[in-house]
């Protein structure tokens, strides 16, 4: 895929309708004012002029001109490269067939009174009626007879595509992202499985791989393509303030106008307050940014637990007052997240490890990071991504890197909740036996 082609298009008459889309000129005109303030009013008139400091004058402008040059030409690429695009379409998943085991094993498990239902057993129950589950040819309409023990699914047909209504099916990953009901999310405009973290974008008119968020001091979505950029915008940004801030304060009290009047030259004074209130917001800016970049998380990942961290929050504060819970998160304590279906609650499908026709769903909890690798990985992984997406082309090597994004650490996690019963198996019958 060429880089022309990859290439999102910006869409120039619908950034300009709405405020949103202007806030970049103003970052940019304030820029320019600085420039002028800082450089010319500052290291030129006073620094160099009035007090004769010739040398510092030349190492502050270097300085400062070659933090301006990073902001500016990281800003540049942001834009040029965009937030990219998925590197092709994800067929939907055939899980038919996995929901017809689903139904039949729920089903035995609701019947059979001696399951039971204590946690350890409960696991080699499932996998000792799940085996009888085998691979048959005459089963292919639907649920088989209850009172046989070895019920005949047609599931013989792995990694084939099916057309069903002007739609093909392939056979689903090992684990992907998914609804309560244990459904991949799709997106109706870009006619794709959204896979890669990805989000539809209006902006752009399509899904953005590793979808961040949509920066309104630049006036650009940051996704993939364009986050190596977004970082190094983020902290010129904020070294380029730090230093300016700094510089003057150094100066200051020497200069001519200061001298005289006690005062700064008014355009000093401006900047000094702007700068400060920038420097402030920057920092957070920082904060959040190198956070993410750590955590191998998005903005969009994050946005995602705190909406469920603050439901879980009012509900509990509904239930045992405002008081207690504020105790609560001030003592460091996450609130209870042990609740059954709740909204903004994220999941997991997953093949069972040991039965290939079950599928189980699984909740991740507030801190189960998918993506969390060590610190070393996380940043390769974001700043190398660009080049990993270039050999993704068909429905196949996009899932399989996808799969190959979750952790280690993230999939002997899920191991344990499998062990530990802490899972429902994909299926349209409603459990009764099982907890
Ligand atoms: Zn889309």
Known sequence: ????????????????????????????????????????????????????????????????????????????????????????????????????????????????????????????????????????????????????????????????????????????????????????????????????????????????????????????????????YYIIFVFSFWLLFLFDVISMICFSSKLHNFGKTHTLHPVLIIMYIIDCFWFTMITSLVYTTVKHLINNETTMDMLQINKRRKYLRDDAIKKTGTWRVMMQILRGYNIDDDSVVTPYERYINIQHPVLSNIRLIIRLKQDEKPYKKDIWSNIKDTFLIRDKYKSLDNSSSILEFDNESFSDNFKSLINDKIQKNDFRIMSNVVPTNLN
């Open 1 to 228: 895929m060429s880089s022309e082609e990859d290439r999102t298009k910006i869409n120039w008459d619908y950034r300009f309708r709405s405020f949103k889309g202007w806030v970049p000129v103003i970052v940019l005109v304030y820029i320019g004012f600085t420039q002028y303030a800082f450089c010319y009013e500052f290291l030129y008139n006073e620094l160099n002029k009035t007090l004769g400091r010739r040398s510092v004058f030349i190492g502050l402008c270097i300085v400062h001109g070659w933090l301006s040059f990073t902001l500016l030409s990281s800003w540049f690429f942001i834009f040029y490269f965009g937030p990219g695009k998925p590197p092709g379409k994800v067929k939907l998943f055939d899980l038919e067939k996995y929901v017809r085991t689903g139904n039949i094993l729920t089903e035995k498990l609701n019947d059979n009174s001696m399951v039971s239902t204590t946690d350890a057993s409960l696991n080699d129950t499932i996998t000792r009626i799940g085996s009888s589950l085998t691979i048959g040819e005459d089963e292919k309409a639907g649920r088989g007879d209850n009172n046989n023990n070895n019920i005949n699914i047609n599931i013989n047909d792995t990694n084939s595509e099916k057309e069903n209504e002007g739609f093909s099916f392939i056979d689903p990953p090992e684990i992907f992202f998914c609804d309560s009901e244990g459904l991949p999310f799709w997106c109706s405009t870009c006619k794709s499985i959204k896979s890669l973290r990805s989000h539809h974008s209006s902006w752009y008119n399509t899904c953005v791989p590793k979808f961040d968020h949509f920066c309104v001091w630049i006036g650009d979505l940051i996704g993939y393509r364009n986050n190596q």
